[in-house]
């Protein structure tokens, strides 16, 4: 049984992102050989918390009881703090994270799993690095990061966001994760890429027929009714869920 933290910055169709961590979080959740542990929500392709809501609203869809903890609202040294998502904050979503703070909890929960856990960590660094500055020792405890992050052997043709996106978001915490001497394995979008999800691929027929995750696919073209038929019209890669392969 593969234990995992969840860290992501979900946001199923919030404006500029895709489902790809929804994905994500509904194969890890699928599974056998996979038990999350905890999910942990961080800035990124959206605000802090619309992330944490949009987990608990997917989670609370597929049946997922793991502990949902909000993570950092910005970056280490850059502040580009995502805006407030008003169109999500008022779909009707009530639900409280458990309390505490990402980083704070990360530490706890590896000191107290020693070589047990690994930490999916598939969006921006922050929680990741400030887990590992709350306490050195975590590096050493980590089973391993797993990591969608980075593109190696090209470039990405938005000038303005040089580099892969969960990179350019927190280069800091991104480094000071590299250094840590944890174990970790990145993996760029030159893996990424390669892989297209189309409606001719049987994962995302799946996807789409299966109940739960058709309900939250509604719940995203609710909130935003452009999503999903940008998403149909566009089969795109699918970044995140590549974590989740062996
Ligand atoms: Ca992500």
Known sequence: MERIIF???L???APGSDVDDGFALALAHAEPEVQIDLITTVNGNTDVESATMLSLEVAKRLGIDAPIVKGAAAPFMHPVRR?????IANCGVHMTPAPG?????????????????TIVAIGPLTNVAAAIALEPRLAGA??????????????????????????????????????????????GRDVTLQVRCGWQVLPVRI???????????????????RGLLGMLACPGVLDDPLREAP
């Not at 052997?153 to 001497?181: C, I, Y």
């Open 7 to 9: 860290d992501t910055d």
């Open 11 to 13: 946001a199923m169709g």
């Open 83 to 87: 805006p407030s998502d008003e169109t």
């Open 101 to 117: 703070y990402a980083a704070a909890v990360i530490a706890a929960h590896i000191m107290a799993h020693p070589g047990e856990v």
């Open 142 to 187: 980590v089973k391993e990061i797993v990591i969608m992050g980075g593109i190696f052997m090209g470039t990405m043709s938005d000038s303005t966001k040089p580099g892969e996106f969960n990179v350019w978001m927190d280069l800091e915490a991104a480094a000071a994760v590299l250094r840590s001497g944890a174990p970790q394995r990145w993996v």
């Open 207 to 225: 996807w789409i027929v299966d109940s739960r995750i058709r309900r939250s696919v509604g719940f995203r073209q609710r909130c935003h009714p």
